[in-house]
Every structure is written in structure tokens, then in C-alpha cells.
């Protein structure tokens, strides 16, 4: 059966071939631009000239979009829904009906925060669909980055698709045990104990086993460590780095003390 | 009512567009007891999980009795299959053995008198019994795997599927599970298994169906199959070791036990003898 474990979609693009801490830089970059860069289409722009044509550069256009969208759709109908209705102090109003009235602040302030999550959720994501989780712990680790903390780092962006598909065997094990996940909301709440339980426990009995694999390949051991995969690095991707790090700087600048 | 099961030129392509399963046409008998081979993604398990409606035909039919499978949902179907899922970190729950074995036939809906009786039976026939009150959780993985089959026996299911019922099993587990499968043998239900013991295979199931890239290669008893090396070995199936040196000593027929290599050793040397 085809087990996905990480994000990561393998294709051969100029993107894929960035060094991870480059791809690290532009993500970060982004998203702390994206939330305290200036203007209010700042986050919307990002998200459609930088984030987009670098996914498409990446080869990873279609599912850069369908996955950004997937995500972020549910979460900016909520964000709508509530803000245009009580959004605090909003005066100009839309259009009412009962006891409900759609405010225009509210809605704006809505459409910023959507635009920002989607600018980080589409940041983190293009990361992750062009890196692959152990080209990047290499690469941090080589860098001096303790391992601790990169195999934390690496196995949060692991752990979703992980725990994705644990859950869906957990699913088809207890549907096959007669139980009933469709249909009502009792049945679905009902449903909620027998899939989280296994998940959580599951979970517990795979952390000692992780720990044993670990410190079987001398995760703890002090000494240097040699790598088998190279990973590629250049001078101008550095001063891109560079670059990035003045420009969130002056950003976050320019919204601290505004001309 | 016969819960035989059919299953009629069944395709079947994942999401992804792996295509798992090519043209499967496949009966089984209510009764009888049926091992799956082949090696890893030759679509034992994407065909068994066609068995319960969690996978449906891309193409093609399966029949569980007189229902087909995309017409019930899963939870439906758990009354006439039941699925023992290989790891049994996947289902267990319950704070303790008898709650865990206790949910499936709840789930169906069964009387109160019922369920005890069924629970009863199962925790029996696992040797579950002094177990009844401890957390799933404080037995080693071995007993766990003999709590989620017993999870599911009490379901009563006519028809009961195994995933890799040996894994990480101990000898008296796999002794334990042969004695099981001759119980549900003599209670006349149909038993599917999915195994890379080939030594158990051979020893516990009168039919054995070999799969090799989404096909059906070979399907029949013991004797017929394990003498197809070649097939076998085109779906990285090794035959028994008793088959093998059988062949090597050149005595005769096929034999896959310890029981049926002594017979036909001795027949060998009463001929040797004779001459």
C-alpha cells in the first residue's frame, strides 16, 4: 500500500534543490513579514506573487494550491462568519437580518487574518512539500544545531501524515469492529473515544520504541558525526539569506516606527 | 443462509493510481479455510479489505452471502466478517480485556445474555479468562494481539478474517492459534488468513490461494500449490522446508508436514527395501 510518511513530493526542480536552511529562511521570512510587514494587502500579495510562482518554479503548483486551500478554507469560513458578525466596534453595516448584522470592519478585519494564516499555512507548506524532513535535519545538524532539537523540529512536520495514517487504520479496525462513524452527530461523538483512544495510547507505546531506535544509532553520542547525504549549499544562497534577514528586519522596521 | 463469498472480476486502483488488484475472480465456501500468499504488494490485504466494504471494486463484484459489499457500510458488514487487524495497538481502547472484548458484538446490537455468553467464549478460547480485568496496556504485545482477536470472535461473525495471525506470536501463541482455527473449523466458519508463515500455512489451511502482482497466481490445497516452485518464487514465496528437502531426497509426492514427509519417507525405504 502506498504509505506517505512526510509531506515531501518528490520532483526534480531548482526549488527542491535549495539548500533546506534557504528554504527555512524564505518561509520564516514570509510569514513574520506577512504578519507584521505593513499594509493591509501585504499578507494577499505575498501569498500570490512570491508564494505561488515559487511553487510553480518547484514544480509543486497543484498541490501547493489544493493543500493551501484544503487547510485554510474551513478555518477563513469560520474567521468570516464570526468576525463580520461580532466584530467588536464595528459601525458600518452591510446588510441585517433577525437579530444579525454583517459589519463592514468586521469583515475587512476578517479578510486580514485569513490572508495572513493562508500566507503562513502556504509558507510552511511549501517547505515542507520541497524538503525532505531528513535533507533538512542533516543540513541543521551540520550547521552545529543540536540533534535533539532538529529531531524535535523534523519529527513535528513528520508527525501529521504520520499520525494521519495511524488514524485511518485505527478508523477501518474499529468500522470493522461494527462501528458506526457515519451518520449522526451522537453517532459521530459516540465514534470520537474508540478512534482517539488507540491513537493516544498508540502514540505512547511508539515513543519508547523511537527512543530505543534512536539511542541504538548513537543519537546521544558526543562525538563529530559524519553525514552520508550532502547536502548542497552556495555563497549566493547565502546572501539571499542575508538578504531575507535585513529585509524581514526593516519590515518589522517600518511597522514599529512608521515614517 | 450460506455465507458464501464470491468474488467477480474485481479491479481495483487506489487514489494514488496504484493498481492493487487485476481481475480477481475468486469463490470461497462458507467453511472453508482459505491462507493467502505472496509477497509484499501483491494485494493480500487490499483484496481482504475488499472483504468488508472498507475497500470497494473499482470494478467488478463481491459478494459476502447475499450482500454485495458496496451496498451495506462497514459497520454493517462487521456482522458477517470479522477483521483482526495485524497490530492490536489499533483497536484497543477499553480500560480493561472484557470492556475491549465486549464493544464488537455491542456494536451489533446483540441482547445483554448474549454478549456475556459470546464474551465469555472468546476470553475462553484466547486463555483470556484470569486476564478478564487487566488494562489491555499492561500485557506484552503478544497477549494484546490475543485480546483484538478476541475482540473479534465475539463478534460471532460467520466469516473471520486474520491478518498475519503468527506475527511476534511465541510457539504456544501459534500452537494456541491452530487449536482456534480448528474450533472455528468445527463451528462451521469461514477462515481467511493473510500469512508470511509459510510453515503454519501449510499446516493449518486446506486452501491457499498465491497472489503475485494484483493477480491470483495459484489457488488450491497444499499439495498442488507448494509443487509450483516457480510461481512461487515469482512472487518470492519460498515452499516449506519439508517440501524442499522432500524434493531433494526425490521421495514422491509433495509433502508439506512433518506428518505426511514421515509417511512418505517410510513408503520410500519399504520400496528401497524391497528391491
Given at each position: 500500500m502506498p504509505d506517505n510518511l512526510s509531506l515531501y513530493i518528490e520532483r526534480d526542480s531548482p526549488l527542491q534543490r535549495l539548500n533546506p536552511l534557504t528554504k527555512l529562511a524564505i518561509s520564516f521570512s514570509l510569514i513574520l513579514i506577512g504578519f507584521l510587514g505593513p499594509g493591509y494587502w501585504l499578507a494577499t500579495l505575498l501569498f500570490i506573487c512570491v508564494l505561488v510562482p515559487l511553487s510553480i518554479w518547484g514544480k509543486i503548483g497543484?498541490?501547493?494550491?489544493?493543500?493551501?486551500?484544503?487547510?485554510?478554507?474551513?478555518?477563513?469560513?469560520?474567521?468570516?462568519?464570526?468576525?463580520?458578525?461580532?466584530?467588536?466596534?464595528?459601525?458600518?453595516?452591510?446588510?441585517?437580518?433577525?437579530?444579525?448584522?454583517?459589519?463592514?470592519e468586521g469583515v475587512q478585519f476578517a479578510y486580514l487574518t485569513a490572508t495572513r494564516l493562508m500566507n503562513m499555512v502556504g509558507a510552511f507548506l511549501l517547505l515542507l512539500l520541497s524538503t525532505h524532513p531528513s535533507t533538512l535535519m542533516t543540513d541543521l545538524t551540520r550547521r552545529g544545531v543540536s540533534p535533539s532539537l532538529t529531531y524535535i523540529l523534523v519529527s513535528t512536520l513528520q508527525i501529521i501524515p504520520q499520525m494521519r495514517n495511524k488514524a485511518n487504520t485505527i478508523i477501518d479496525a474499529q468500522r470493522s469492529r461494527g462501528l458506526e462513524t457515519q451518520g449522526s452527530v451522537r453517532a459521530r461523538i459516540g465514534a470520537l473515544l474508540p478512534l482517539v483512544g488507540p491513537l493516544v495510547f498508540g502514540s505512547l507505546v511508539d515513543v519508547e520504541e523511537r527512543a530505543i531506535a534512536l539511542e541504538a544509532r548513537a543519537f546521544k553520542a558526543k562525538r563529530v558525526k559524519t553525514s552520508l547525504?550532502?547536502?548542497?549549499?552556495?555563497?549566493?544562497?547565502?546572501?539571499?539569506?542575508?538578504?531575507?534577514v535585513v529585509l524581514t528586519l526593516v519590515m518589522i522596521g517600518i511597522r514599529l516606527w512608521p515614517l | 443462509m450460506s455465507m458464501r463469498i464470491a468474488i467477480e472480476n474485481l479491479h481495483f486502483t487506489y487514489p494514488s493510481g496504484v493498481v492493487a488488484l487485476r481481475n480477481v475472480t475468486l469463490a470461497i465456501e462458507a467453511g472453508e479455510q482459505l491462507a493467502i500468499i505472496g509477497q509484499n504488494g501483491s494485494g493480500k490485504t487490499t483484496l481482504i479489505k475488499q472483504l468488508?466494504?472498507?475497500?470497494?471494486?473499482?470494478?467488478?463484484?463481491?459478494?459476502?452471502?447475499?450482500?454485495?459489499?458496496?451496498?451495506?457500510?462497514?459497520?454493517?458488514?462487521?456482522?458477517?466478517?470479522?477483521?483482526?487487524?495485524?497490530?492490536?495497538?489499533?483497536?484497543l481502547f477499553k480500560g480493561t480485556v472484557r470492556d475491549e472484548v465486549r464493544f464488537g458484538p455491542g456494536n451489533l446490537g446483540f441482547p445483554a445474555e448474549k454478549i456475556e455468553l459470546l464474551v465469555q467464549q472468546a476470553l475462553t478460547l484466547l486463555e483470556l479468562t484470569d486476564k478478564a480485568d487487566v488494562n489491555p496496556y499492561d500485557l506484552t504485545a503478544t497477549w494484546r494481539k490475543r485480546?483484538?482477536?478476541?475482540?473479534?470472535?465475539?463478534?460471532?461473525?460467520?466469516?473471520?478474517?486474520?491478518?498475519?495471525?503468527?506475527?511476534?506470536?511465541?510457539?504456544?501463541?501459534?500452537q494456541r492459534l491452530a487449536q482456534i482455527f480448528q474450533t472455528l473449523h468445527e463451528q462451521g466458519k469461514t477462515v481467511i488468513a493473510i500469512s508470511h508463515d509459510i510453515d503454519f500455512v501449510a499446516e493449518n489451511f486446506s486452501r491457499i490461494v498465491v497472489m503475485g502482482q494484483g493477480q491470483v497466481l495459484l489457488d488450491g490445497p497444499a499439495q498442488t500449490v507448494f509443487a509450483q516452485a516457480e510461481v512461487l518464487n515469482s512472487t518470492d514465496v519460498e515452499p516449506p522446508q519439508l517440501t524442499r528437502l522432500g524434493q531433494r531426497l526425490a521421495i514422491g509426492p509433495v509433502v508439506y508436514t512433518v506428518e505426511n514427509f514421515l509417511a512418505a519417507l517410510r513408503k520410500e525405504n519399504d520400496m528401497q527395501g524391497e528391491r
Amino acid at each position: 500500500m502506498p504509505d506517505n510518511l512526510s509531506l515531501y513530493i518528490e520532483r526534480d526542480s531548482p526549488l527542491q534543490r535549495l539548500n533546506p536552511l534557504t528554504k527555512l529562511a524564505i518561509s520564516f521570512s514570509l510569514i513574520l513579514i506577512g504578519f507584521l510587514g505593513p499594509g493591509y494587502w501585504l499578507a494577499t500579495l505575498l501569498f500570490i506573487c512570491v508564494l505561488v510562482p515559487l511553487s510553480i518554479w518547484g514544480k509543486i503548483g497543484p498541490e501547493f494550491l489544493q493543500r493551501t486551500v484544503r487547510l485554510i478554507l474551513p478555518l477563513a469560513l469560520f474567521l468570516f462568519v464570526m468576525q463580520s458578525l461580532f466584530y467588536p466596534g464595528g459601525r458600518t453595516v452591510l446588510w441585517r437580518f433577525w437579530i444579525f448584522s454583517v459589519k463592514l470592519e468586521g469583515v475587512q478585519f476578517a479578510y486580514l487574518t485569513a490572508t495572513r494564516l493562508m500566507n503562513m499555512v502556504g509558507a510552511f507548506l511549501l517547505l515542507l512539500l520541497s524538503t525532505h524532513p531528513s535533507t533538512l535535519m542533516t543540513d541543521l545538524t551540520r550547521r552545529g544545531v543540536s540533534p535533539s532539537l532538529t529531531y524535535i523540529l523534523v519529527s513535528t512536520l513528520q508527525i501529521i501524515p504520520q499520525m494521519r495514517n495511524k488514524a485511518n487504520t485505527i478508523i477501518d479496525a474499529q468500522r470493522s469492529r461494527g462501528l458506526e462513524t457515519q451518520g449522526s452527530v451522537r453517532a459521530r461523538i459516540g465514534a470520537l473515544l474508540p478512534l482517539v483512544g488507540p491513537l493516544v495510547f498508540g502514540s505512547l507505546v511508539d515513543v519508547e520504541e523511537r527512543a530505543i531506535a534512536l539511542e541504538a544509532r548513537a543519537f546521544k553520542a558526543k562525538r563529530v558525526k559524519t553525514s552520508l547525504i550532502h547536502v548542497p549549499d552556495s555563497v549566493r544562497q547565502r546572501q539571499v539569506r542575508i538578504g531575507l534577514v535585513v529585509l524581514t528586519l526593516v519590515m518589522i522596521g517600518i511597522r514599529l516606527w512608521p515614517l | 443462509m450460506s455465507m458464501r463469498i464470491a468474488i467477480e472480476n474485481l479491479h481495483f486502483t487506489y487514489p494514488s493510481g496504484v493498481v492493487a488488484l487485476r481481475n480477481v475472480t475468486l469463490a470461497i465456501e462458507a467453511g472453508e479455510q482459505l491462507a493467502i500468499i505472496g509477497q509484499n504488494g501483491s494485494g493480500k490485504t487490499t483484496l481482504i479489505k475488499q472483504l468488508n466494504g472498507l475497500l470497494r471494486p473499482s470494478q467488478g463484484t463481491v459478494r459476502i452471502g447475499d450482500w454485495l459489499t458496496t451496498e451495506h457500510s462497514v459497520a454493517k458488514m462487521a456482522a458477517r466478517v470479522g477483521y483482526v487487524f495485524q497490530n492490536p495497538d489499533d483497536q484497543l481502547f477499553k480500560g480493561t480485556v472484557r470492556d475491549e472484548v465486549r464493544f464488537g458484538p455491542g456494536n451489533l446490537g446483540f441482547p445483554a445474555e448474549k454478549i456475556e455468553l459470546l464474551v465469555q467464549q472468546a476470553l475462553t478460547l484466547l486463555e483470556l479468562t484470569d486476564k478478564a480485568d487487566v488494562n489491555p496496556y499492561d500485557l506484552t504485545a503478544t497477549w494484546r494481539k490475543r485480546v483484538a482477536m478476541a475482540a473479534v470472535l465475539a463478534m460471532d461473525t460467520p466469516i473471520v478474517i486474520f491478518d498475519e495471525p503468527t506475527t511476534g506470536q511465541d510457539y504456544q501463541s501459534v500452537q494456541r492459534l491452530a487449536q482456534i482455527f480448528q474450533t472455528l473449523h468445527e463451528q462451521g466458519k469461514t477462515v481467511i488468513a493473510i500469512s508470511h508463515d509459510i510453515d503454519f500455512v501449510a499446516e493449518n489451511f486446506s486452501r491457499i490461494v498465491v497472489m503475485g502482482q494484483g493477480q491470483v497466481l495459484l489457488d488450491g490445497p497444499a499439495q498442488t500449490v507448494f509443487a509450483q516452485a516457480e510461481v512461487l518464487n515469482s512472487t518470492d514465496v519460498e515452499p516449506p522446508q519439508l517440501t524442499r528437502l522432500g524434493q531433494r531426497l526425490a521421495i514422491g509426492p509433495v509433502v508439506y508436514t512433518v506428518e505426511n514427509f514421515l509417511a512418505a519417507l517410510r513408503k520410500e525405504n519399504d520400496m528401497q527395501g524391497e528391491r
